[in-house]
C-alpha cells in the first residue's frame, strides 16, 4: 500500500512540474521549424498566449494560421483568401494548454510524453532551461514529426487576427 502512495505522490509532483512548466511558457513568441521524417518541410514565427495562437510567415507556403478561441482562420496570401470556421478537432499546439496525462521521461533534457493525444501518439514535449525546444509527435499518417523552438521569448502578447480588407473572406461554419 505504502508503494502505490509513494507512486501516487511522485506522479503528482511530476504533474505539477509539468503544469508549473507550461504555465511559465503560456505566453510566447518562437521561430519554430516543422521536420517530417527528418526533412525540414517549413519555418514560421509562433505567437501563443493562453491558447491562442498566430503561426505566421509560413516557409515555403505564403500563409497565416490564427486559432482564436474557437475558431481558426487560414489566410493564404497567394490566393488573397481567408478561410474561417470552427475549430473541432485538436491541433497540436492544443497540447499545450492540456497537460493532464502526460509522464515524466528519461532523455538528455527533461521531457514529458504521452502515447496517445487525439489523431496524434508517441507525443513528448521538450524542455531546455524551463522554455519548450521541441514538441515531437506521429501523425494520424504515422509520419514522425518534429517541431523545434528557436528565439524563444516569454512575455504577455496580445492574440488578435483581422482579415486583410482586401481578401476574400470564405465562412465554413
Known amino acids: 500500500m505504502m508503494r502505490y502512495l509513494l507512486i501516487f505522490f511522485i506522479s503528482l509532483i511530476n504533474a505539477q512540474s509539468l503544469e508549473k512548466l507550461l504555465e511559465d511558457n503560456y505566453s510566447f513568441q518562437a521561430d519554430i521549424k516543422i521536420e517530417q521524417n527528418n526533412l ?12 491562442n495562437y498566430i503561426i505566421s510567415e509560413i516557409k515555403p ?12 482562420f487560414i489566410q493564404d496570401d497567394d490566393f488573397k483568401q481567408v478561410i474561417s470556421r470552427k475549430n473541432d ?22 521531457c514529458y510524453c504521452l502515447n496517445q493525444y487525439d489523431d496524434y501518439t508517441n507525443l513528448c514535449i521538450k524542455f531546455l532551461d524551463s522554455r519548450i525546444a521541441q ?11 518534429l ?3 528557436n528565439n524563444f521569448i516569454k512575455g ?12 476574400n473572406l470564405i465562412a465554413n461554419d
Open 40 to 51: 525540414v518541410q517549413s519555418s514560421a514565427k509562433i505567437t501563443f498566449t493562453k491558447g
Open 61 to 72: 507556403i505564403n500563409q497565416t494560421i490564427a486559432i482564436i478561441n474557437d475558431s481558426i
Open 89 to 110: 478537432r485538436k491541433l497540436i499546439f492544443d497540447v499545450l494548454s492540456d497537460y493532464s496525462k502526460f509522464t515524466l521521461v528519461k532523455c538528455d533534457e527533461l
Open 135 to 145: 514538441i515531437s509527435f506521429t501523425d494520424i499518417n504515422q509520419i514522425e514529426n
Open 147 to 149: 517541431i523545434s523552438f
Open 156 to 167: 504577455d502578447f496580445n492574440i488578435s487576427y483581422n482579415p486583410p480588407k482586401t481578401y
